[in-house]
T-cell receptor, first 115, second 111 residues
Framework: SAVISQKPSRDICQRGTSLTIQCQVD?????MFWYRQQPGQSLTLIAT?????????ESGFVIDKFPISRPNLTFSTLTVSNMSPEDSSIYLC????????????FGEGSRLTVL | DAKTTQPTSMDCAEGRAANLPCNHS???????VYWYRQIHSQGPQYIIH?????ETNEMASLIITEDRKSSTLILPHATLRDTAVYYC????????????WGAGTKLIIKP
């Protein structure tokens, strides 16, 4: 199985600032995704991180607010820009399509609190 | 919208089998049933998946009805550490990794 590491695991940020979350996979994977999980809620897909090209965003999420990079097959970043308290959430990186096709693996999440 | 329906919550006594149902009446012929769980403050964890045959691994068993419109995840000897939210998801294997997550079932294992 793939091991996914996210940094930071948690952070407290001020309104109006930006935070970049890093996601590192221990093996090459085809697909990487970013999810948001608000307190007590299920997971919502933000975007698919595409290697070498612009991410594909889901309805309700835009690149200016959540810029994503994926420079290679094992690494991606998600930036939460111009944060507001409504952005307080857990952000999860996931990956799949590697050696164990069919399974999707998740990081432990980055818990973001915006004051 | 999620393509599955699960009970909001369930209780199970420690040491007993936990049976978690899932309805997926609109499942397509090439869609698999996947189960994940999320223990509090952790990322989701893959449990098992299947197409039409029953499946078993070291964590659980998956029973899929003959018409494939529903399935049951079985944790044979539940422990307190199995307390988690369990998600049932349908998707085409090796594609459509953009999983659609429903609310899941909050399973509470009681001593």
């Amino acid at each position: 199985s793939a091991v996914i590491s996210q940094k930071p695991s948690r952070d407290i940020c001020q309104r109006g600032t930006s935070l970049t979350i890093q996601c590192q996979v221990d093996s090459q994977v085809t697909m990487m995704f970013w999810y948001r999980q608000q307190p007590g809620q299920s997971l919502t897909l933000i975007a698919t991180a595409n290697q070498g090209s612009e991410a594909t965003y889901e309805s309700g999420f835009v690149i200016d607010k959540f810029p994503i990079s994926r420079p290679n097959l094992t690494f991606s970043t998600l930036t939460v820009s111009n944060m507001s308290p409504e952005d307080s959430s857990i952000y999860l990186c996931s990956a799949g399509g590697g050696a164990n096709t069919g399974e999707l693996f998740f990081g432990e999440g980055s818990r973001l609190t915006v004051l | 919208d999620a393509k599955t329906t699960q009970p909001t919550s369930m209780d199970c006594a420690e040491g007993r089998a936990a049976n978690l149902p899932c309805n997926h009446s609109t499942i397509s012929g090439n869609e698999y049933v996947y189960w994940y769980r999320q223990i509090h403050s952790q990322g989701p964890q893959y449990i098992i998946h299947g197409l039409k045959n029953n499946e078993t691994n070291e964590m659980a068993s998956l029973i899929i009805t003959e018409d494939r419109k529903s399935s049951t995840l079985i944790l044979p000897h539940a422990t307190l550490r199995d307390t988690a939210v369990y998600y049932c998801i349908v998707r085409v294997k090796d594609s459509n990794y953009q999983l659609i997550w429903g609310a899941g079932t909050k399973l509470i294992i009681k001593p």
